[in-house]
């Protein structure tokens, strides 16, 4: 059996990736690694929590005492586990900087000295590179993050390419788009301005609503990963993306026409701070 560490496995990337591995690779012994946050729950794995090749394991990925052990068990390392959300990151962003990036170094120094890790996969987000005014970001583009959350994500990003680059520890990164499907917390647009919708609620959108973003399926984000674990370079960066860039009004128009909801739910809201106009990427690689 090839042992698998997923970190932060009961949230919304991280659950949909333990039952697709399970499905996908029946040769895989998975471990989920959650310390159950808001975002990250028990029912979002609950048609796989007692599958005889899963085991839950609820901890912190800061505390060394339960994350060493079981990277070190581990031949493969899915470290999806983060605070995600920009809106909360302006609140607090130091719940930021201990999860996404001390609870990086956690993991990495664990593999730096792990007998048996031949993959250990850092999930990073296209918000890394910045807004992009025009064209797509590419892999080697210089990293502008704007708000606490992607600039938390963009160092942990950086980090674990270091303990490539120093120690050979087995790293590739991934940036991925917008993702969005089953699981995903209430509290992120498309999963929040349906339900508002559903029950006539205002559907609060910032600014002009004129910001872009490309929409990626959080089944395909999961195939691609599954690729990059068994094709990919260590020490690469890959981009991952959907090809479905929507600007914000056009999107929230959408799930009010396929719910038949009208048009005057849209409340327009201030825009938050550092919001970023525009994501791209380049998905060549």
Not at 48 to 58: A, G, L, M
Not at 100 to 113: C, I, K, P, W, Y
Request: proline share 5%; glycine share 8%; with cysteine.
């Amino acid at each position: 059996m090839v042992e698998v560490l997923v970190t932060g496995g009961a949230g919304f990337i991280g659950s949909n990736f333990v039952r697709y591995a399970l499905e996908a690779h029946s040769d895989w012994r998975i471990t989920t690694l959650d310390k159950l946050t808001y975002a990250g729950r028990l029912e979002n794995l609950r048609d796989v929590i007692d599958h005889p090749r899963h085991q839950f394991v609820r901890g912190d990925i800061a505390d060394a005492a339960v994350a060493a052990p079981l990277v070190q068990a581990s031949e493969l390392v899915v470290h999806f586990a983060a605070e995600t959300h920009v809106d909360r990151s302006l609140l607090n962003a130091g719940e930021f900087i201990m999860t996404d990036v001390f609870g990086t170094f956690v993991l990495l120094e664990a593999a730096r000295s792990s007998p048996k890790l031949r993959r250990f996969v850092q999930i990073s987000p296209d918000e890394v590179y910045g807004s992009v005014a025009e064209g797509s970001s590419r892999e080697a583009d210089e990293l502008r993050p704007r708000n606490p959350y992607s600039a938390s994500k963009a160092g942990a990003d950086r980090l674990a390419y270091s303990y490539w680059a120093t120690f050979d520890v087995p790293v590739i990164i991934t940036r991925a788009s917008n993702n969005y499907g089953p699981y995903q917390f209430p509290e992120k647009v498309i999963p929040l301005f349906i339900t508002n919708a559903v029950d006539d609620l205002p559907l609060p959108l910032y600014g002009d609503g004129l910001n872009e973003r490309d929409w990626l399926h959080v089944s395909d984000h999961c195939a691609a990963l599954d690729l990059l674990i068994e094709r990919g370079s260590s020490g690469e960066v890959y981009n991952i993306g959907g090809g479905n860039h929507v600007r914000n009004v056009d999107l929230t128009r959408t799930i009010l026409r396929l719910l038949d909801k009208p048009d005057h739910l849209i409340r327009r809201v201030p825009d938050r701070p550092g919001h970023d106009r525009r994501y791209s990427l380049d998905t060549a690689k």
